[in-house]
């Protein structure tokens, strides 16, 4: 997450200016709502709305906005990434979590809705390559062994059942986000741990 703000926003086109502008964020599945409040201190005046399934993540999400003096310009929600609410975002934001929804496409479907015609989806998935044998290395031998245990079983006990794992890679992404009526994906960043994806309407 220390790269997001350095790194990754300004990797997406015109997204820096536009939050510095005063943009709308919802971010996916925002857990403790660490990027959430990252975003908030960053862009003074952009409004973050983050949701979670989790509703203990939240209530801790809430306070932590609270405690950093950004509760003004967060919200948090109860909601799954099919469920979100709102429409019109600058930009949609997910980390490490699309790989475990049961239902991906629908996720992506509900992103492509909520944002605005000229919005970006930022998408951050674990690094994969789509040659199995270029994961053989340290980092995606740790990412499969994630995967078994805790990635698939979890989304394959939701509605969909569509397991991508965490090694999905860039061509398993691209399907998804093409399924749901996205029009233009580029890897826009990446790091040894993570693919960072730009995905537009």
Same mark, same amino acid.
């Given at each position: 997450?220390?790269?997001?703000? %350095?790194?990754?926003?300004?990797?997406?086109?015109?997204?820096?200016?536009?939050?510095?502008?005063? @943009?709308?964020?919802?971010?996916?599945?925002? @857990?403790?709502?660490?990027?959430?409040?990252?975003?908030?201190?960053?862009?003074?005046?952009?409004?973050? +709305?983050?949701?979670?399934?989790?509703?203990?993540?939240?209530?801790?999400?809430?306070?932590?906005?609270?405690?950093?003096?950004?509760?003004?310009? +967060?919200?948090?929600?109860?909601?799954?990434? =099919?469920?979100?609410?709102?429409?019109?975002?600058? #930009? +949609?934001?997910?980390?490490?979590? #699309?790989?475990?929804?049961?239902?991906?496409?629908?996720?992506?479907?509900?992103?492509?809705?909520?944002?605005?015609?000229? @919005?970006?989806?930022?998408?951050?998935?674990?690094?994969?390559?789509?040659?199995?044998?270029?994961?053989?290395?340290?980092? @995606?031998?740790?990412?499969?062994?994630?995967?078994?245990?805790?990635?698939?079983?979890?989304?394959?006990?939701? %509605?969909?059942?569509?397991?991508?794992?965490?090694?999905?890679?860039?061509?398993?992404?691209?399907?998804?986000?093409? =399924?749901?009526?996205?029009?233009?994906?580029?890897?826009?960043?990446?790091?040894?741990?993570?693919?960072?994806?730009?995905?537009?309407?």
């Amino acid at each position: 997450m220390a790269s997001l703000v %350095p790194e990754w926003i300004p990797a997406l086109d015109g997204v820096d200016a536009t939050l510095a502008a005063g @943009g709308r964020v919802a971010d996916i599945g925002c @857990g403790l709502g660490s990027s959430s409040v990252l975003l908030a201190q960053a862009y003074p005046k952009a409004t973050i +709305v983050g949701s979670d399934y989790h509703a203990e993540s939240i209530d801790l999400a809430r306070k932590k906005a609270a405690d950093a003096g950004v509760g003004d310009r +967060v919200s948090f929600e109860v909601a799954t990434a =099919q469920t979100f609410t709102g429409t019109g975002y600058d #930009l +949609v934001t997910m980390f490490d979590c #699309l790989h475990d929804m049961g239902d991906p496409v629908g996720a992506a479907r509900r992103v492509r809705e909520a944002l605005s015609p000229d @919005g970006t989806w930022l998408l951050v998935e674990p690094y994969a390559s789509d040659d199995v044998e270029e994961n053989f290395n340290p980092i @995606g031998r740790l990412y499969y062994s994630g995967s078994t245990f805790l990635c698939v079983p979890n989304s394959l006990s939701q %509605p969909g059942r569509y397991a991508l794992g965490a090694q999905a890679g860039e061509s398993a992404i691209r399907e998804v986000v093409t =399924q749901a009526g996205f029009t233009r994906f580029r890897r826009a960043a990446e790091s040894p741990f993570n693919l960072v994806y730009e995905v537009r309407p």
